[in-house]
């Protein structure tokens, strides 16, 4: 199959405009005559279906968690981007455009970045016209600040619970849309697999996860808005529950997967500190606005750090190296995530890393106290060092945070073209769980505008066009395909009720996560990856040997669900890995020792590598063919990123 | 390691809403000091499955204390001893080796147990689809600078909005009543100018489908402002009030019924 990405042709600017015109309609009359289907509750799904049910449609709407309201965007902490310009420091939709494009390291599409930088400005307007509180200014208006891999402060953000925030107003427009009746909401209940009826996806199948029913939907689309995949690691920010499940079943179903190896590592997260952690916790980038990021100079002030001979204010500041200001004078702290996580670990190779571990760098607020106040610095951060002091027992107020790089966002999804279409007609992928548009690394704050700039302004005007292209005739639930489906899960969660082994399914979770991070985390080789392969293999086997998974179908069984998930994630680790193997260059979150520059910075090979990887599945335990999608720049020029 | 805890544990067992529950103990052993209170848990679960025995079922996600999926009553306590945090924040730091800790669901009869230390809290958001949003379509609204907001109503608007809709509230007060909780969505648009249009309305839709969910009235003990840990305070039950006495005795509007209707 070729993979048409369907960019709209014409300049930049008027790409999507042209492209929203060209699109065909659904008369209002007849939009009550077709059935949408969303997975997922987070920004991209709630505000999906939310939009779509305004418009007429009907819409089913799924998560597994008990609410809506508890999608894992609720825990976005820093803020949502958007090209107002209201501080007037030289922002443009082209210059946010520009950066996203830089930060991702050339591996997205223009047109669709274009898209995503020109539709920020009206998300904003749309939040605050739900009664979103964003943070405001004495006079009233609306604040910025600013984040990673930007000189400008185009970050709107409500205090450090912008995620919440803004998934509140979603919900809310969902909840207005249920009672109205136009959406139907199934609650607690688990996406497991993809009905395809002539090549056109037209249905999902459930688990109900209060009674175990294996239930189907039949509906004229499929919107998947599942999230990211950072649970592959076992340890990530993202929440327990998040899981690539839908997205890998559709993905056997025919969904390409693009960009897996593509992942981000978080600088700034709380360190390990020990086998029982469930996760790790992410202090938010936009603490790099005030806290300096330092290390000691020298191996022998870190052991004594490490051994806490010492503490860190008794480190003088000439033996202080403040290695991002250092290194990068001009974006200083700000540099992009990629570049500050990579920089952290590389102090910590050195022996220079600080915590009883050793895998830990300092952020330090004391000059930024002394400079607004200790009361200023708790009204921009308060929450954040609270939970700190929560975690650590540590006061981020009378010494410095320790931190260290944790998985946080993944890059890599489903491939969808300039729609939001994956390869498999009527099925779509939105927000994290799609590829599209932060290429190889995504700047801070822009993962919430890109899911709401997906379910609010993108897929009402492209999946119209489907459906007024399919009619509004209906594939109902007593299709064949359906029944078919239905008992391919039934039968698969049946192998895994079975596993009556001596292995717990987290165990399998964890041992997966040391892999990947070891071998496909933050510095990847051909060597370490080939290895990683064959363990992946084995550790698969030796799932279906020895997992335990205890209770029944019938019933509540956290479980079964876990084991689903895990089962997955090893699937997905191993083609992550085959990703990253097949990528023999540096790019944004992508490092490859292999390819770098004199300096250690990632090294493109954009001759050979400028393309998106779009994975073909082809049945059990075989390996996935690649396809190639060449991304054109023809407004941009490739060049080495630098933030120096 | 040094600083481990023995730990004996007395959980609500219950295996669906139909039937009856009872206490069932465990032992928690060499538990870290720096394990969260649902990591403690999560050991305890992990030697139960290797027995080939049910895991303790509990509600759980983000593990950063916002999504509000947790909801444990720990010794006598939403979310357990500590103020202002939830349980997946809440460290086995502050138990002492040998402690006998008692681990119950929240009690009310809106919230029935589906599992365990499970509840379902559907109730919560049915309040809220009664009426807590501003009716407005994507597209089509004004730019976001037009309407200035003073600071403190917006900063005051963002403190009742940073409920998680855990529950808490309602576990805590002896009359299991959802006043802080609808409260807090009724104070934050009723403060922002974009609330306004349908402020009378939306606090009559609100209450009145707290009430048929079946949660109880307030009489002011304050165990819900104690027991919130977003720090809700009272004061937004005081302006739910005041709004829906104005509503009741001085507006024309009834509580809004979109269905079916425009």
């Known amino acids: 199959m070729s993979l048409d990405a369907k960019i709209p042709q014409g300049p930049l600017a008027e790409k999507w405009s042209k492209h929203k015109f060209n699109l065909k309609l659904v008369n209002p009359a007849n939009k009550r005559k077709y059935d949408v289907i969303v997975v997922g509750t987070g920004l991209a799904g709630a505000s999906a279906a939310a939009s779509l049910a305004e418009l007429g449609y009907n819409v089913k709407s799924f998560c597994f968690q008990d609410s809506p309201r508890r999608a894992h965007s609720i825990a976005a902490q820093g803020g949502i981007n958007a090209a107002k310009n209201y501080q007037n420091d030289g922002d443009s939709v082209y210059r946010l455009f520009y950066d996203t494009i830089k930060g991702g390291d050339y591996r997205a599409r223009e047109g669709n970045v274009y898209r995503l930088a020109e539709v920020s400005v009206n998300i904003i307007d749309q939040c605050v016209a739900q009664g979103v509180p964003f943070a405001r200014e004495y006079g009233g208006l609306l604040d910025n600040r600013s984040f990673g891999g930007s000189q400008v402060s185009r970050t709107f953000y409500a205090r450090g619970q912008t995620g919440q925030q803004l998934l509140l107003g979603a919900y809310s427009a969902l909840n207005r849309q249920i009672h109205l009746g136009k959406v139907k909401m199934y609650t607690r209940t688990e996406m497991l697999d993809v009905v395809v009826v002539d090549g056109h996806a037209k249905g999902i199948v459930t688990r109900n996860l209060k009674t175990g029913e294996i239930e189907t939907h039949a509906g004229h689309a499929v919107l998947l808005a599942t999230g990211g995949y950072g649970n592959v690691f076992y340890l990530s920010t993202n929440a327990i529950g998040s899981n690539v499940t839908a997205a890998w079943r559709a993905h056997k179903r025919g969904a390409y997967f693009a960009n897996p190896c593509y992942t981000q590592i978080h600088p700034t997260c709380i360190p390990v500190t020990g086998d029982h952690q469930s996760k790790l916790t992410l202090m938010s980038e936009s603490l790099r606005n005030d806290g300096r990021v330092w290390a000691p100079k020298t191996v022998e002030i870190a052991q004594k750090l490490q051994k806490k001979e010492i503490t860190a204010s008794q480190v003088k500041e000439e033996d202080r190296d403040y290695f991002l200001e250092r290194k990068y004078p001009s974006f200083g702290n700000l540099v992009p995530r990629d570049v500050a996580s990579r920089n952290a670990k590389e102090m910590s190779d050195e022996g220079k890393g600080v915590g009883t571990t050793g895998l830990a760098v300092y952020l330090d607020f004391a000059e930024a106290i002394q400079r607004l106040g200790e009361d200023t610095v708790r009204a921009k951060y308060g929450n954040l060092f609270d939970m700190y002091l929560q975690i650590t027992d540590e006061n981020p107020y009378k010494q410095p945070m320790r931190i260290y790089p944790a998985v946080h966002y993944t890059m890599g999804g489903l491939w969808v073209d300039y729609n939001l279409s994956t390869n498999v007609p009527g099925l779509y992928a939105m927000g994290e769980c799609n590829f599209s548009d932060h290429g190889a690394n995504r700047l801070g704050a822009s993962a919430l505008m890109q899911g709401l700039s997906d379910g609010y302004f993108v897929i009402p005007y492209t999946l119209g066009d489907y459906l007024a292209t399919i009619g509004p005739k209906k594939v109902d639930t007593s299709h064949p395909a359906f029944e078919q489906t239905k008992q391919d899960v039934i039968a698969y969660n049946n192998k895994l009720l079975a596993l009556k082994g001596n292995k717990t399914v987290v165990e399998y979770h964890r041992e997966l996560g040391h892999i990947m991070w070891e071998y496909c985390g933050m510095a990847r080789t051909e060597e370490g990856l080939t290895k990683a392969k064959g363990m992946i293999k084995e550790l698969k086997a030796d799932f279906w040997k020895n997992a335990i998974v205890t209770g029944e179908n019938e019933e509540v069984n956290a479980a079964l669900e876990r084991a689903g998930r895990v089962a997955d994630f090893i699937e997905l680790g191993e083609l992550m890995v085959t990703d990253a193997l097949n990528r023999r260059e540096s790019c944004g979150g992508h490092f490859r020792l292999e390819s770098q520059t004199e300096e250690g910075e990632a090294l493109r090979d954009d001759d050979n590598f400028a393309f998106v990887s779009a994975w073909e599945f082809t049945g059990e335990n075989q390996e996935e063919v690649l396809h190639k999608e060449e991304l054109i720049f023809e407004n941009v020029k490739l060049t080495q990123r630098s933030y120096k | 390691m040094s600083g ?152 005051e608007a963002f403190n009742s909005a940073t409920c998680i809709g855990c529950g808490a509230c309602v576990a805590a007060c002896k009359n299991a009543s959802a006043m802080l909780f609808t409260s807090a969505k009724i104070t934050q648009l009723g403060l922002l100018p974009q609330g306004q249009p349908e402020r009378y309305s939306r606090v009559q839709a609100m209450v009145a489908q707290m009430d048929a969910e079946g949660f109880g009235n307030c009489t002011n003990t304050g165990a819900c402002e104690a027991e919130c840990p977003k720090e809700i305070t009272l004061n937004n039950i005081a302006f739910m009030n005041n709004d829906f006495f104005s509503a009741k005795l001085f507006r024309e509007e009834h509580a809004h019924d979109q269905t079916g209707g425009e």
């Open chain 2, 4 to 155: 481990h805890m023995n730990l004996t544990l007395k959980v609500w067992r219950q295996k669906n809403t139909q039937a009856s529950g009872k206490f069932v103990t465990y032992k928690a052993e060499n538990i870290s000091p720096d394990m969260s209170f649902l990591e403690m848990l999560d050991v305890v679960n992990e030697s139960l499955t290797r027995k080939n025995e049910e895991p303790i079922y509990f509600d759980h996600d983000c593990r950063e204390g916002i999504c509000g999926s947790c909801s444990l009553y720990i010794n006598g306590h939403p979310h357990g001893p500590k103020r202002a945090i939830t349980t997946c924040q809440l460290h086995m730091r502050t138990f002492s080796d040998g402690e006998t800790i008692t681990i119950e669901p929240w009690r009310s009869a809106a919230f029935p147990v589906v599992k365990d230390l499970a509840t379902d809290r559907s109730a919560f958001d049915r309040i809220q689809q009664a009426g807590g949003y501003v009716s407005v379509n994507t597209g089509g609204v004004p730019d976001a600078n037009v309407m200035p907001i003073p600071k403190v109503i917006a900063d």
